[in-house]
Nanobody, 121 residues
Framework: QVQLVESGGGLVQAGGSLRLSCAAS????????MGWYRQAPGEQRELVAD???????NYADSVKGRFTISRDNAKNTVYLQMNSLKPEDTAVYYC???????????????WGQGTQVTVSS
């Protein structure tokens, strides 16, 4: 099993910044990819950004140029630096990871519990 623990959400004014962190622990053999999704009330969960094991970055068009995803391999941690925040960025942000667990042959997806980000206008 893998546990994902998120931190860093909160309330910020429009134009401000927040940094989310997600630390993975458990029976991790290797990490295929980690990323961030968000879900606003009444909306579907959507990809915000992810980073592959090779370092390939992927961003939603709505956050390009404002958000930056990064990782610390030694700590099994992924970060999301969010700048120039807008009210429409308000959502619950979920960490997601695809891991090889116990060995190289078994792959599974895990989710964090979510952290609230609220941007006031």
């Amino acid at each position: 099993q893998v546990q994902l623990v998120e931190s860093g959400g909160g309330l910020v004014q429009a134009g401000g910044s927040l940094r989310l962190s997600c630390a993975a622990s458990g029976s991790i053999f290797s990490i295929d990819a980690m990323g961030w999704y968000r879900q606003a009330p009444g909306e579907q969960r959507e990809l915000v950004a992810d980073i592959s094991s090779s370092g390939t970055l992927n961003y939603a068009d709505s956050v390009k140029g404002r958000f930056t995803i990064s990782r610390d391999n030694a700590k099994n941690t992924v970060y999301l630096q969010m700048n120039s925040l807008k009210p429409e960025d308000t959502a619950v942000y979920y960490c997601n990871g695809r891991f090889r667990v116990y060995g190289p042959s078994f792959t599974a997806d895990y989710w964090g519990q979510g952290t609230q980000v609220t941007v006031s206008s």
